[in-house]
């Protein structure tokens, strides 16, 4: 990246002080030499989804995790997420690492996508969440919302 730390034209290795030498014609970071001057191949409509269109808004998300949280059939245990983390219990929400982190009752060093479909398989006695499904980011959302909630009332 010529635009990084060592940019010859950042303040802290201009050598000239008042004078710029990398002024717009010759600025390796300005828009005319910029690679992503023009066209950023980050942004734009032949990007490849990863699914189908799922939700319009985090809220719809958070609402559709909430819904599932609760859930009893998700599993064949009859138990739901709601069964062992109410009121925010055995979820060590005061720690403050986020994910990914080591969890003793997994043995490993998790994501909460993996945190996620660990209970689904083991308490619950039910199916993973397929990657990048509706169900699995709805479920993220979800908890990531009721830590948030949880850190700003402890």
């Given at each position: 990246n010529p635009c990084g730390a060592n940019n010859p034209c950042g303040a802290s290795m201009n050598p000239c002080g008042g004078m710029n030498p990398c002024g717009a014609n010759n600025n390796p970071c300005g828009a005319a030499m910029n690679p992503?001057?023009?066209?950023?191949?980050?942004?734009?409509?032949?990007?490849?989804?990863?699914?189908?269109?799922?939700?319009?808004?985090?809220?719809?998300?958070?609402?559709?995790?909430?819904?599932?949280?609760?859930?009893?059939?998700?599993?064949?245990?009859?138990?739901?997420?709601?069964?062992?983390?109410?009121?925010?219990?055995?979820?060590?929400?005061?720690?403050?690492?986020?994910?990914?982190?080591?969890?003793?009752?997994?043995?490993?060093?998790?994501?909460?996508?993996?945190?996620?479909?660990y209970c689904m398989i083991n308490p619950m006695k039910g199916k993973a969440f397929k990657k990048n499904s509706k169900e699995q980011t709805a479920m993220a959302a979800y908890y990531q919302a009721y830590r948030a909630e949880y850190l700003r009332t402890h």
């Open positions: 992503c001057g023009g066209s950023n191949p980050c942004s734009g409509s032949e990007n490849t989804p990863i699914r189908s269109h799922a939700f319009n808004s985090t809220d719809e998300a958070i609402s559709l995790g909430k819904k599932l949280w609760a859930d009893e059939s998700l599993g064949t245990s009859e138990v739901a997420c709601l069964s062992c983390h109410a009121d925010y219990e055995l979820l060590n929400l005061d720690k403050k690492e986020g994910f990914p982190h080591y969890v003793k009752m997994v043995g490993d060093v998790v994501t909460l996508d993996q945190m996620i479909n």
